[in-house]
Nanobody
Framework: VQLQASGGGLVQAGDSLRLSCVAF????????VGWFRQAPGEERVIIAA????????YHSDSVKDRFTISRDRNSRMVYLQMNSLKPEDTAVYYC??????????????????WGQGTLVTVSS
């Protein structure tokens, strides 16, 4: 499975961005997907997850009420809508998917396939 995240960029605090994730080589549209981020000098952490059906979604406390994960199963795309961005949201953002699992989880150890990340920089 190959995943690719895109949509990052340089924005100002308070702005919005939408990240996209696409996967190739597997029935991606059936599997759960998670969004992770890694800030400079910090560990990678999971911030959102969505089930294969799209009916279950979870967001970490750090992004809840500002970020929304969603998916379009027809296009095999998963999105992360990021609103009210803050400088502390600056990070490389990655999407990941577990091996043959449709269950959404914020437990990072369940994710097996990763794509190259996309950099989001939020200036104050």
């Amino acid at each position: 499975v190959q995943l690719q995240a895109s949509g990052g960029g340089l924005v100002q605090a308070g702005d919005s961005l939408r990240l996209s994730c696409v996967a190739f080589g597997a029935p991606f549209h059936q599997y759960a997907v998670g969004w992770f981020r890694q800030a400079p000098g910090e560990e990678r952490v999971i911030i959102a997850a969505i089930s294969g059906s799209g009916r279950r979604r979870y967001h970490s406390d750090s992004v809840k009420d500002r970020f929304t994960i969603s998916r379009d199963r027809n296009s095999r795309m998963v999105y992360l809508q990021m609103n009210s961005l803050k400088p502390e949201d600056t990070a490389v953002y990655y999407c990941a998917t577990p091996r043959r699992s449709t269950v959404a989880t914020l437990l990072p150890e369940f994710y097996d396939y990763w794509g190259q990340g996309t950099l989001v920089t939020v200036s104050s």
